[in-house]
């Protein structure tokens, strides 16, 4: 898991870099397409180290929930991965 997180806070390293460089490229009034070009490899970023989290999620705290005994736990954890879930189909 900690090989995961250390790759997460990559993703978002370079998010923060390739969002940088976004506003740099709109202030210099650069071309629609190169900036959109960076956009969407935020996006990618985004959605990689959004998957990366709910995997270290779903193998760590998904699963400690579902073991335990407490049916009030494992319904809380179900409805917070369907709310995560919707929220990511948006």
Do not use: P, W
Not at 3 to 10: E, G, H, K, L
Not at 33 to 45: E, K, P, R, S
């Amino acid at each position: 898991m900690k090989q995961s997180r250390a790759q997460i806070i990559i993703n978002f390293k370079k998010v923060r870099s390739h969002a940088d460089k976004i506003l740099e490229m709109l202030e210099n009034g650069a071309y629609c397409i190169d900036v959109m070009q960076q956009n969407l490899a935020v996006i990618g970023l985004l959605k990689s180290a959004h998957q990366m989290l709910m995997e270290d999620h779903l193998n760590s705290c998904f699963k400690t929930a579902m073991s335990s005994g407490s049916d009030k736990k494992k319904d809380e954890m179900i409805e917070e991965i369907l709310r995560v879930s919707k929220l990511a189909g948006k």
